[in-house]
């Protein structure tokens, strides 16, 4: 952890332990006036039996596993019941009560349980770094003696209750490192006592309630690295006692307020990565009692201001990432500046000498425009210049066009490695700057700093997965280049024209759950040839789980033949524990022309490419002429049509005259389903719907079966939905129109059919085709079948996917159209919430999507399955809720209770239209 961040944290926690001593020491009065109560035969009731109750739930609740003594006497006898718990107790007119509940890291993994509102005289709350999940109780806004409530670093999620507004004694609220969403509510403005509200490493968003502007004992605000938004509103002006203000890693905007200038007691301020059209200092500013200043990125226009100088506590200066020009006052030599960074800015000038012996090897001055007194003595990058001095040194303008490259490949932070036909070059420095060798085809820049812990910058240039990446090239992704603040890869001597930049990610840093990393974030933003192609790139959201991979795939044109790539750090995600190994991760870079094959590569692949395409053109030529009918008898011609489209594709795709067709090929062992088209469902061939892909041909000779149908440009919506490397993104109106189709193509096979009714049997998303306008088509009629009211049995054994199957197959019970309708309110479970129905993971029992709903749905919550990546607003949350409950029927247990798919399309037109 920076050292500014563990002084922080060192400040909270001997707050804590100061509050604890000192409640001690009432404990040992209370302790005095029992035993002389004792003396006088006065005795002492046991602790009240709902405290008791409370205190034994909430120990079995939590998990804790050891021996629980006789509570009831519990403050008699004061047994010791860990050396990490401390339970407190206060004697109140002869009665014992339990006043303080320390439990700190000692493993407790379950959830707080509603009647810890029982302990009503509790006054400290301490359950920190555990591994607790599930809400926080509404019921401890009851608890109103508390003083100090502590539930950080855990697995909590929901949202801040807004009955911790009662909480009127409470001068500690600490809820940092959670998995907590929804707004701050504003009721915890009228916590008066307030002095340190922590909050960092969550996923709160909304806007700053103006509320908190009341907080006038307010010491401590702790607000970074979660997805907050909006001004920092004017009301926080009566925060004057503030010490601490921590926002950064947000998604704030608007300009840095003026009043903020006038906080005399502020000592530490990191604000970061501000959306607004740009600002100046103001003339003045009497921050005395700064020791830690980060305004980064926040597009601060105009010179450094030289009453900084004044600021004569200031230690940490961090001006880096914005529009800041003129050079560096010669004033701020008064101060004992530690580190200092001024990156990326338009600064010039000659710089100073007291630069080089102050701050020298304690900061980064890089992409400016300053002039050095000096010769360079190391290579570190220091003016924004640097790569064309680097293209002229080794891609002269002599250059032979055959010297040119055309492709380049590189396993960042790894070793070489081979991968579909390129060796991808070796990228194991661990400098800040570095230029291949000996080809000089690319380098490298990295610069910024770790908010880290101790572990110097370039130990952590290159990380080592630690639980295994999931991918077949795990190689590539083993290793990975991180850097803190900005990393440049540069192509040099590229040949002109347009390339296909494919950047390979992996999350392996933020990972674990010890430490945890799991639920952290990283968020940057992504540029190529200085244009920004994605803006707050998560690479795990992108991915969908930490160690899962995604390939994000740019065009660039090259012109100078120079390529730039980018990946930038602009203040956001996760700064706190773990060590903050924060800023941009990338494992590969694949580089390749979209102008042709070069000559060089064409004499590799030689002239035995030229017959076999010779070859190819033939056989399509006297194809199309046995399909026109010129040539050939019409059996020979089939099977010439038919083979040629399956070895073109291999079953995937075909290109015909006059369109363009899926083709899928079945094993041998397959022919039973085509006897079954040609049989029982061969109906199949008259279904004309919408919203059901159309069966164009079939074809079974020999060993080659083939089925041939419309093709779906989108693919399916298994792949649009959780295919991290799928193209084809799903906003909110394209789901639900997605629901609204799928469910009109089971309606049409169940009830709309003019021959008969047909029953799918294997409703999931990869039998879901997506067309180019992400309209829904149910596809794979493979093992459909004509429904047979007098023999429901009829199809029992001939199953579907497990985890969509409907309840009455493993009962043994009739089959009837329901079992769609079952897997439909799997599959709308899987739209609505972007999770898979089964989520496998090694050495862990499957987790079912439908569990969770269920459970949901009995508390009341289930919206809270929503995918978090849709916005949160009123008309998507109620259509949210219709389409869930809907699911929630369709999934019944019994069939006759679940909905015909009817009802079900109706449902879904009232929030369609």
Sequence with gaps: ????????????????????????????????????????????????????????????????????????????????????????????????????????????????????????????????????????????????????????????????????????????????????????PPSLGRLSSLQTLSVPENGLRGTLPPELGKLSNLEELWLTSNNLRGDLPKDYENLKNLTILEIAGNYLSGPIPRFIAKWDNLYSLHVSDLQTMGFSFPKSANLSSISSLTLRNCSITGSIPPYIANWNQLGYLDLSFNNLAGGIPNTLKKLFLSELYLTGNMLNGTLPDWIYSNVRDKGDLAYNEFIFPEPETHNEPKNRTFPEEIVRKYCPDGQKKSQYNDNLHINAGGDKHHREGFWYEADKSTSNFYVNEPAHNWAYSCNGHFYGGSMADSRAFIQKVTCGASVIDASLYDEARLCPNSLKYYGFCLRNGNYTVSLLFSEIVFAKNDDYSSSAKRVFDIYIQSELMRKDFNIKEVARHSNNVTIQNFTASVHDHL????????????????????????????????????????????????????????????????????????????????????????????????????????SSQSKQVIDQIGTEVYALTTLKHENIVEFLDGYSKKDLNLLIYEYMEKGSLERALFDANSSTRLDWPARVRICHGIAKGLKYLHEDNPSRKIVHRNIKPSNILLDGNLNAKVSDLGLAKLYDEENPYKFIQEKGTVVYMAPEYAMRKAITEKVDVFSFGIVLLEIISGQTNAKYEANQETEFLLDTAIVLHSKGRLSELVDKQMPNEHAVMKQAKIILELAMRCVDQSPTLRPTMSEAVSALERISN
Excluded at 87 to 97: A, E, F, N, Q, R
């Design 563 to 666: 390529l730039e790539i980018e990946l930038f750090w602009a203040g956001k995600g996760s700064l706190l524990n773990p060590p903050s190994f924060q800023g941009p991760l990338i494992s590969a870079i694949s580089v390749t022309p979209n102008f042709g094959v070069s000559r060089s590569r064409l004499s590799k692949i030689g002239i035995v490419a030229i017959v076999l395409g010779a070859v190819l053109a033939l056989i399509l030529f006297l194809a199309l002429m046995w399909r026109l009918g010129w040539i050939g008898d019409r059996e020979l011609r089939e099977i010439w049509y038919i083979n040629l489209l399956a070895w073109c594709k291999h079953a995937l795709q075909a290109e015909l005259p006059d369109q363009t067709v899926a083709v899928k090929m079945l």
């Design 1 to 184: 952890m920076d050292e500014r961040y563990a002084g922080h944290r060192v400040v909270l926690i001997s707050k804590t332990v100061f509050l604890v001593i000192l409640f001690l020491l009432c404990q040992l009065g209370s302790e005095f006036k029992f035993q002389s109560a004792a003396e006088n035969d006065t005795k002492v009731g046991d602790l009240p039996g709902h405290e008791v109750a409370g205190l034994t739930e909430m120990m079995s609740s939590l998990q804790w596993r050891a021996q629980l003594p006789k509570l009831s006497s519990y403050c008699r006898e004061t047994p010791k019941l860990s050396s990490n718990i401390t339970i407190t107790c206060l004697v109140d007119k002869g009665t014992p009560h339990i006043s303080g509940i320390i439990m700190e890291s000692v493993g407790l993994t379950g959830k707080i349980p509603e009647r810890v509102a029982a302990l009503t005289y509790l006054q400290i709350l301490d359950l920190s770094d555990n591994t607790i999940h599930g809400s926080i109780p509404y019921q401890i806004g009851y608890l109103v003696q508390l003083i100090t409530l502590d539930l950080s670093k855990n697995q909590l999620t929901g949202t801040i209750p807004t009955s911790l507004g009662n909480l009127r004694n409470l001068e500690m609220l600490d809820l940092s490192q959670n998995l907590l969403t929804g707004k701050i």
